[in-house]
């Protein structure tokens, strides 16, 4: 319930911001509005207030708002100056630019919100990078604390949390740059800066498996065990909670990270094979031999011991003041719009995989999961969908805004409209691309609800 709720209220929020970006400056231009409705097809509520009917209808995937136009039906002589058809093409480009604009302002007051609420996040003290990785070429090393990044001028932009290091690497790693970090050990001592050399790596995929290429598969966590599940094959070997393991196979255990990977290299076809552990327990040391279990999931088989790995992350609180918050998001929201632009482009050229283009049930799904974790992380996920529809209306696409801005663009430059045979073969056009994407992003997330992703 929580998920469709939350859902629901991400359609109604960034429909209604949208649409009421283009009614406002329409009547601002002096535009006659017809018609405000949230959804299409079938009205399910209505109310009129002075010469506009606002309206609800029953397929809430979208919203429009119809204005007076003499090129959809007669027009009262004494209104022609009202219809849209005749204001200046300025003002029309202003109207119709509204709308994603509309989306792209709400996204940077719901980043500030989110940013002035404040949320609990992993500290930046990385857990044992992926060996071979770029990270772990690059010097990085369990229990390292990435404290800034250090542009090529010299510039440090401090690091508040795990997850803004990973946005910052991602989006160094898309644009095919190095990034410079400047790192110490988990209490600050010791600061040096490492350069990771980004450039070249395979980005057609934003997912796991491209932050395991890079390396930085995690938080830092102590090789600790946490509960134990009766009977499982942690318990069945002597472990207990608490005991803190120091090798496996005679190889150092550095963290909870390379423990779990330990773990999972132990596996051997459909079996896998015992592993001598060194636990320090109370002080005093023991050697055990721990077989895991090899389970099912999504169609492969792992290895588990059945039993918590790690202690929790430690944990800081990321939040900005007013100012700050309210700059920082506008900074986000440049950076997000360039960063989706860019990652349509590379899908374009086939830089980057379309598996990367999300639709309604990914959405859905992420809203439910936010709206729990608390407020802060749902209005970061509002203005995330926010930016994305602004951008996507923004492109040159008939049937979307931007398409309708280069239409303006064209007579603007010729001093003549489109013509209406070319504006229906776009329009036709631009309804085929639309539904080729609505269908591949519906596929995307069934797939990825099935696993098959």
């Not at 490492?194 to 090789?223: C, F, H, K, Q, W």
């Not at 999972?264 to 279990?293: I, Y």
């Not at 303006?408 to 073969?425: I, K, Q, Y």
């Amino acid at each position: 319930m929580t998920t469709v709720l939350a859902f629901l209220f991400t359609l109604a929020l960034l429909i209604v911001v949208h649409e009421y970006g283009h009614y406002r400056v329409a009547v601002a231009c002096g535009v006659k509005v017809l018609r405000f409705s949230v959804g299409f097809g079938r009205v399910v509520w209505r109310r009129q207030r002075g010469e506009t009917e606002f309206v609800l209808s029953a397929l809430p995937l979208g919203g429009y708002v119809k204005m007076l136009d003499e090129r959809e039906g007669e027009v009262d002589p004494a209104e022609r100056a009202r219809a849209f058809n005749n204001r200046p093409l300025w003002q029309r480009s202003a109207i119709v630019a509204a709308g994603p604009v509309a989306n792209l302002l709400l996204a940077v007051l719901l980043f500030a919100a989110s940013h002035w609420v404040g949320v609990e996040e992993p500290k930046a003290v990385i857990g044992s990078p992926v060996v071979g990785s770029v990270a772990a070429r690059a010097g990085l090393g369990a229990g390292d604390w990435v404290q800034a990044v250090v542009d090529e001028d010299g510039v440090v932009d401090p690091v508040r949390s795990l997850s803004d290091l990973n946005s910052q690497v991602i989006e160094a790693a898309l644009r095919g740059e190095s990034l410079t970090l400047r790192v110490s050990d988990s209490q600050g001592r010791g600061s040096r800066d490492l350069r990771m050399p980004l450039e070249g790596i395979d980005t057609r995929e934003v997912n796991a498996e491209l932050m395991r290429r890079i390396g930085l598969a995690g938080p830092y966590s102590e090789p600790l065990l946490g509960k134990l599940v009766a009977g499982g094959p942690a318990e069945r070997a002597g472990l207990h909670p608490g005991d803190r393991v120091l090798a496996v196979d005679a190889v150092p255990v550095v963290d909870a990270t390379r423990l779990r990977e330990m773990i999972r290299a132990s596996l051997q076809g459909a079996t896998a094979r015992p592993m001598d552990w060194l636990v320090q327990r109370e002080g005093a040391r023991l050697a055990l031999t721990v077989t895991p279990s090899v389970v099912t999931e999504r169609g492969q088989n792992v290895a588990r011991i059945e039993a918590f790995v790690g202690r929790p992350p430690e944990m800081v609180l990321v939040r900005y003041g007013p100012l700050d918050g309210l700059t920082h998001a506008a900074k986000r929201t440049w950076e997000v719009s360039v960063l989706s632009l860019r990652m349509l482009g590379k899908m374009l050229i086939g830089e980057a995989s379309l598996k990367n283009l999300s639709g309604p049930l990914t959405i859905a799904d992420y809203a439910g999961q936010t709206a729990q974790l608390g407020l802060a992380y749902y209005l970061g996920f509002l203005a995330l969908v926010s930016v994305s529809l602004g951008v996507l209306n923004l492109l040159p696409l008939p049937m979307l805004d931007g398409g309708h801005l280069m239409y303006h663009l064209f007579e603007g430059v010729t001093g003549r409209p489109v013509s209406d045979v070319w504006l229906d073969r776009l329009q036709r056009g631009g309804l085929a691309i639309m539904l080729a994407m609505m269908s591949l992003a519906l596929y995307n997330d069934v797939a990825r609800l099935l696993g098959l992703y």
